[in-house]
Antibody
Framework: EVQLVESGGGLAQPGGSLRLSCAASGFTFSSNYMNWVRQAPGKGLEWVSL???????YYADSVKDRFTIFRDNSKNALFLQMNSLRPEDTAVYYCARGGDYHDSPGYFFEWGQGTLVTVSS | ETVLTQSPATLSLSPGERATLSCRASQSVITYLAWYQQKPGQAPRLLIYDGSNRATGIPARFSGSGSGTDFALTISSLEPEDFAVYYCQQRSNWPPTFGQGTRLEIK
């Protein structure tokens, strides 16, 4: 059974930083695309970032140059380093498996329970 | 980016009825469209991908159809646990984008 468990959310001040983590199990982590998707309170879903099995990464324009996605395949872990945080970054952040590297990325097959990030002074 | 517009915003139906939810794309997404279900306080769950393929463990009452710019999610006979918010999402044109959601509520 695929399990994704996020951690690291909390309260940050505008301009501050947070690092989110996602512990993965139940699948071959090293051969899968992984994503972060967020949902502002009471709003819809927004894709944030994608990382390929080999480490290539992509970002939504709204977070480019502020957020960095990375992974540690030896520990089955995914991370999101968030810098220069803004109030509009307030959201639940979900870790989501994006499929095996044989396929094309872009879907979100399983999701974690999410971790809430609040950016406020 | 590709904008996905879902309709209606809210759909009120009774258990046992048939539900049809629509998703229209601002440009062709071929058949690279998925549907997700989200219940309050829970993460989204993938129901359908590539337009019409059911994800693992999804009941047969859920079906997807469409291609190009017009897609539909049909629930053939609503069960009490189906009342939730549904999102469509495309992966054809980068970046991946979601619709704004359709709330399916009990009438």
């Amino acid at each position: 059974e695929v399990q994704l468990v996020e951690s690291g959310g909390g309260l940050a001040q505008p301009g501050g930083s947070l690092r989110l983590s996602c512990a993965a199990s139940g699948f071959t982590f090293s051969s899968n695309y992984m994503n972060w998707v967020r949902q502002a309170p009471g709003k819809g879903l927004e894709w944030v970032s994608l990382i390929y099995a080999g480490g290539a990464s992509y970002y939504a324009d709204s977070v480019k140059d502020r957020f960095t996605i990375f992974r540690d395949n030896s520990k089955n872990a995914l991370f999101l380093q968030m810098n220069s945080l803004r109030p509009e970054d307030t959201a639940v952040y979900y870790c989501a498996r994006g499929g095996d590297y044989h396929d094309s990325p872009g879907y979100f097959f399983e999701w974690g329970q999410g971790t809430l990030v609040t950016v406020s002074s | 980016e590709t904008v996905l517009t879902q309709s209606p915003a809210t759909l009120s139906l009774s258990p046992g009825e048939r539900a049809t939810l629509s998703c229209r794309a601002s440009q062709s997404v071929i058949t690279y469209l998925a549907w997700y279900q989200q219940k309050p306080g829970q993460a989204p769950r993938l129901l359908i991908y590539d337009g019409s393929n059911r994800a693992t463990g999804i009941p047969a009452r859920f079906s997807g159809s469409g291609s190009g710019t017009d897609f539909a999610l049909t629930i053939s006979s609503l069960e009490p646990e189906d009342f939730a918010v549904y999102y469509c999402q495309q992966r054809s044109n980068w970046p991946p984008t979601f619709g704004q959601g359709t709330r399916l509520e009990i009438k």
